[in-house]
């Protein structure tokens, strides 16, 4: 199993440019998260999934959008990029197995917004 | 909003000796998880050990422990024999009833050889 795959690993953009940011999981997981994490902070939420066909904001959603395409894929995407979004952005995923629930992580997506 | 907290920003530890990391949490939830994550250089976010807030006895996985202390809301990470490889950013998180996880800001950990 591959886990948590992101991609791209790295990406460059110019304010105003889109991109979108793909997250795919192989676990089977029904939940799905988009994290970001800047300097000297802990990572926090932008949107999850709490299963295929939902989505709802977390604590920092203004200028992203999200879509969960299908149970295995959670994409985040920019619609007109900022410097304030230069970030490295994390997907995770997770399920509850005897009540006990662990979100696991993708390797990141570090964004550079000039 | 439920708050996480580790005061220290950096710790330093020597191989093969303990060190403790401290986290404190605010909430007014009686049911909830508390985490521990590891983040080396390579910022992948690695689980380290979970601890179920029902729950009274401390997890432990291998040299990896927890001191949980429900009433004072504290929630600390030991490692035992501390090794190279444990250098990296720790974070403590909380989850309640909703889906998200609330980090902390993190403590550097260094090891001495």
């Known amino acids: 199993n591959a886990g948590v795959t992101q991609t791209p690993k790295f990406q460059v953009l110019k304010t105003g440019q889109s991109m979108t940011l793909q997250c795919a999981q192989d676990?089977?997981?029904?939940?799905m998260y988009w994290y970001r994490q800047d300097p000297g902070m802990g990572l926090r939420l932008i949107y999850y999934?709490?299963?295929?066909?939902?989505?709802d904001k977390g604590e920092v959603p203004n200028g992203y959008n999200v879509s969960r395409l299908n149970k295995r894929e959670f994409s985040l995407r920019l619609e007109s990029a900022a410097p304030s979004q230069t970030s490295v952005y994390f997907c995770?995923?997770?399920?509850?197995?005897?009540?006990?629930?662990?979100?696991?992580f993708g390797p990141g997506t570090r964004l550079l917004v000039l | 909003a439920q708050t996480v907290t580790q005061s220290q920003p950096e710790m330093s530890v020597q191989e093969a000796e303990t060190v403790t990391l401290s986290c404190t949490y605010d909430?007014?939830?009686?049911?909830?998880?508390l985490f521990w994550y590891k983040q080396p250089p390579s910022r992948q976010m690695i689980l380290v050990i979970r601890?179920?807030?029902?729950?009274?006895q401390n997890a432990t996985e291998n040299r990896f422990s927890v001191n949980f202390q429900k009433a004072a809301k504290s929630f600390s990470l030991k490692i035992s024999d501390s090794q190279l490889g444990d250098a990296a950013m720790y974070f403590c998180?909380?989850?309640?009833?909703?889906?998200?996880?609330?980090f902390g800001k993190g403590t550097s950990l260094l090891v001495t050889p």
């Open positions: 995770a995923s997770s399920s509850r197995r005897e009540g006990r629930e662990t979100q696991y």
């Open positions: 676990m089977n997981h029904n939940s």
């Open positions: 999934s709490a299963s295929e066909g939902t989505t």
């Open positions: 909430t007014s939830e009686s049911d909830y998880y």
């Open positions: 601890q179920e807030a029902y729950k009274q």
């Open positions: 998180a909380y989850r309640s009833g909703g889906y998200a996880l609330n």
